[in-house]
């Protein structure tokens, strides 16, 4: 009597890995990179080109126009402080299409496991997604600036270039690149649907710019103007708008508000903090 084998073990190839494991922190740059070049489209279908490269084209069309001024007519028009409250319905926009495109499909189709498998850990997920959103908030914000900046010392108007306003506003970009990655990232991830996503993030800028909107005018036009500068901390722009003001020397936008001065800076950081805890939360309840 003869017995078969039950079981047939074949040699198709497969060899352990002997090379180098860079470690938890290379897996988390190389997914932050992966991330940032997702949030401009490179990698993706033409179609998600589409958006973050006609509103970066839209963030550089006030540049193109100042510089024309300055050359035409010798005169600074767009102040570099103010550049992000003036455009700030453009760069909400881009937060809210591409907040959602970084979290979303991860929750969604639930791979999230797979990311923490080994060796990154939710924090270092979390970490990387935030950093992708910031830098790519950050770049939208310091090109035009630095373009402008660039044509002004070309051009040669008459008195001392802005430096210190350029710089100034650089810094504020990064604080809106912070404020906003924060905001943004955490109310995608409380859907797996992109479409909801979107939304939050839209229906969040529109209550917050108008309650601000609605507080200020009333509380000036009533002459409350220590009260007005605390109404105008509901919209982040303005936040950031006063943090600037207070970290950099800028001059705010609303000059007749009084400006919250050091407050505005605990508050973003509040904000900041309340944000990125609720991103973690989340995350691990996700990857429980």
């Not at 988390?28 to 949030?39: C, D, K, M, N, P």
């Not at 600074?76 to 992000?84: D, E, L, W």
């Not at 507080?215 to 708008?241: H, K, Y």
Request: include cysteine; glycine fraction near 8%; aromatic fraction near 10%.
């Amino acid at each position: 009597m003869t017995t078969e084998p039950t079981a047939v073990i074949h040699d198709i190839g497969y060899r352990h890995y002997d090379g180098v494991r860079l470690g938890r922190g290379r897996a988390t740059l190389a997914l932050g990179v992966q991330s940032l070049r997702g949030v401009f489209g490179l990698g993706r279908t033409v179609r998600a080109k589409i958006m973050p490269l006609l509103l970066a084209a839209i963030m550089l069309m006030p540049t193109v126009v100042s510089i024309g001024v300055m050359a035409l007519a010798k005169q600074f028009v767009i102040p570099y402080p103010n550049y992000a409250v003036i455009m700030q319905a453009v760069i909400a926009v881009f937060l809210a299409a591409q907040s959602p495109y970084l979290v979303a499909p991860d929750l969604r189709f639930r791979v999230l496991p797979l990311y923490l498998s080994r060796p990154l850990t939710v924090t270092d997920y979390v970490l990387a997604k935030l950093a992708a959103l910031a830098v790519a908030l950050f770049g939208l914000l310091a090109v035009p600036l630095t373009i402008e900046y660039v044509g002004e010392l070309l051009v040669d108007l008459p008195g001392p270039p802005h430096t210190a306003e350029y710089f100034g506003a650089l810094g504020g970009a990064v604080l809106h690149a912070v404020l906003l990655s924060s905001v943004g990232i955490a109310l995608a991830s409380f859907t797996p649907r992109r479409g909801l996503g979107v939304a939050s993030v839209i229906a969040f800028y529109m209550f917050t710019a108008a309650v601000s909107g609605i507080f200020t005018g009333v509380l000036i036009s009533s002459g409350r103007d220590d009260l007005a500068g605390w109404a105008m901390l509901l919209n982040p722009f303005f936040l950031v708008d006063y943090a600037q003001s207070t970290l950099f020397g800028t001059a705010p936008v609303n000059i007749e508000a009084a400006p919250p001065g050091v407050a505005s800076c605990l508050i973003l950081l509040a904000v900041v903090a309340v944000a990125v805890t609720g991103v973690l939360l989340r995350y691990r309840k996700a990857a429980s």
